[in-house]
T-cell receptor, first 111, second 116 residues
Framework: QKEVEQDPGPLSVPEGAIVSLNCTYS??????FMWYRQYSRKGPELLMY????GNKEDGRFTAQVDKSSKYISLFIRDSQPSDSATYLCAMSARSQGNLIFGKGTKLSVKP | EPEVTQTPSHQVTQMGQEVILRCVPI?????FYWYRQILGQKVEFLVSFYNNEISEKSEIFDDQFSVERPDGSNFTLKIRSTKLEDSAMYFC??????????????FGPGTRLTVL
């Protein structure tokens, strides 16, 4: 079983749609859960992080972690064409630990 | 806004040659990382570096790889004898430290390494 699984998509939605991105994982030691956004041929950029289980909201973005199910989600409300990018989930067991990434989901928001 | 920088942006080399990828982390950061991303695949951890020594490394980071912080600003990744399968985008990242709380890893724009 792979450590972090993420559907690579691609996912295409109309502008204004609600987008749901998900990852599952197998390692119970993960405590830090992150979502990164990556534009083509650029480095990943942190969008949000969550420590342990729970929800976190930042503007149009909501991150959810369910440790009992080993399942994390990122919701994007009122999606915009500028949200078009690859979204990577990443996890770590320690605050300074190495990140384990999912494969990334390529999102395209059509005007 | 401070950022991680990497040079060169693209490196082409012949198989068996040595390459050095360079990174300038954010100035007050103390933790440094190298990751790589083979085209179409996941971003993979290679090595982390703190207090002038390797703190963690992955199975990928074998004897062909080494890291160094030769001065107060640069952080380098050396591949001694490149192989075709080393072709990838290499990302440097850095983070500050504040006890046990979360510290964001800031990524550079990457160096695309092509081994011919």
């Amino acid at each position: 079983q792979k450590e972090v699984e993420q559907d690579p998509g691609p996912l295409s939605v109309p502008e204004g749609a609600i987008v749901s991105l998900n990852c599952t994982y197998s390692n119970s030691a993960f405590q830090y859960f992150m979502w990164y956004r990556q534009y083509s041929r650029k480095g990943p950029e942190l969008l949000m992080y969550t420590y342990s289980s729970g929800n976190k909201e930042d503007g149009r973005f909501t991150a959810q972690v369910d440790k009992s199910s080993k399942y994390i989600s990122l919701f994007i409300r009122d999606s915009q064409p500028s949200d078009s990018a690859t979204y990577l989930c990443a996890m770590s067991a320690r605050s300074q630990g190495n990140l384990i990434f999912g494969k990334g989901t390529k999102l395209s928001v059509k005007p | 806004e401070p950022e991680v920088t990497q040079t060169p942006s693209h490196q082409v080399t012949q198989m068996g040659q040595e390459v050095i990828l360079r990174c300038v982390p954010i100035s007050n950061h103390l933790y440094f990382y190298w990751y790589r991303q083979i085209l179409g695949q996941k971003v993979e951890f290679l090595v982390s570096f703190y207090n002038n020594e390797i703190s963690e490394k992955s199975e990928i980071f074998d004897d062909q790889f080494s890291v160094e912080r030769p001065d107060g600003s640069n952080f380098t990744l050396k591949i001694r004898s490149t192989k075709l399968e080393d072709s990838a985008m290499y990302f440097c990242a850095s983070s500050s430290t504040s006890g046990g709380s979360f510290n964001e890893q800031f990524f550079g724009p990457g160096t695309r390494l092509t081994v011919l």
